[in-house]
Nanobody, 119 residues
């Protein structure tokens, strides 16, 4: 099991930047991939971006490609999401998630952090 704690959310204005962090603890040596999801009011949770923990290979959804950047610090077991040029439609609760080796989905989740972008 891996425990995840997000931080860095808040209230910003359109066009601003924000960086989210996700600290992992527990069985971190078994992490295969980590990802950022978000859920806006009245909408389903959506995958934004993911990173293979060892190789660093990344995936981005078209909605955030070019504006958001995922990264990780292996030594600190921390993942980041740099969000630039924020828009009002980026307002949501942002979650980090982890997939362990041998697993077929993201089974570990953080509690979420609220990001609100005012226009």
């Amino acid at each position: 099991q891996v425990q995840l704690v997000e931080s860095g959310g808040g209230l910003v204005q359109a066009g601003d930047s924000l960086r989210l962090s996700c600290a992992a603890s527990g069985r971190t040596i078994y992490i295969y991939s980590m990802a950022w999801f978000r859920q806006a009011p009245g909408k389903e949770r959506e995958l934004l971006t993911s990173i293979r923990w060892t190789s660093g290979n990344t995936y981005y959804d078209d909605s955030v490609k070019g504006r958001f950047a995922i990264s990780r610090n292996l030594r600190g077991n921390t993942m980041y999401l740099q969000m630039n040029s924020l828009k009002a439609e980026d307002t949501a609760v942002y979650y980090c998630a982890a997939q362990l080796q041998g697993g077929n989905n993201y089974g570990s989740w953080g509690q979420g952090t609220q990001v609100t972008v005012s226009s």
